[in-house]
């Protein structure tokens, strides 16, 4: 087992979660929203980790996790839906000149990584 990657991966990923917080309260909402995915992004790569599976790629990570959380041990399908769709919105206020990011669509980006550190902490 990876035991202690799990565990690095888990501690980096609430700190990302953390400092998006900071961010988002600091009024950086499009800031916030690429903390909050990569929050996302190492709880599911750790939680990957506890069945042996190991990836670099974002979309490794999701089929990875569609497949063996989802679709075997009833991860819930709606947040696993709300963790797809983030990384589109990353790239986008990551790489797009325009920046759109409110503070209702950085809070519902938070409040949907919580949601789904939450639902992810169910299968460690």
């Given amino acids: 087992m ?3 990657e799990i565990h690095d991966f888990r501690i980096k990923a609430q700190r990302k979660l953390d400092s998006g917080k900071l961010l988002y309260e600091n009024g950086y909402y499009s ?9 996302m992004l190492l709880t ?3 939680l990957l980790l506890t069945k042996d599976y190991e990836t670099g790629k974002q979309k490794g990570i999701l089929d990875g996790l569609n497949q063996y959380f989802v679709h075997q041990e009833g991860f819930n399908l709606n947040i696993y839906k709300n963790f797809a769709r983030t990384p589109d919105l990353r790239q986008e206020v990551d790489y797009q000149t325009q920046d759109y990011i409110s503070e209702e669509i950085a809070l ?13 902490e169910k299968f460690f």
């Fill in 2 to 4: 990876h035991k202690k």
């Fill in 44 to 46: 599911a790569k750790a």
């Fill in 31 to 39: 800031e916030s929203i690429t903390h909050f995915f990569y929050a």
């Fill in 108 to 120: 519902e980006k938070m409040e949907e990584c919580e949601e789904f550190i939450a639902e992810c």
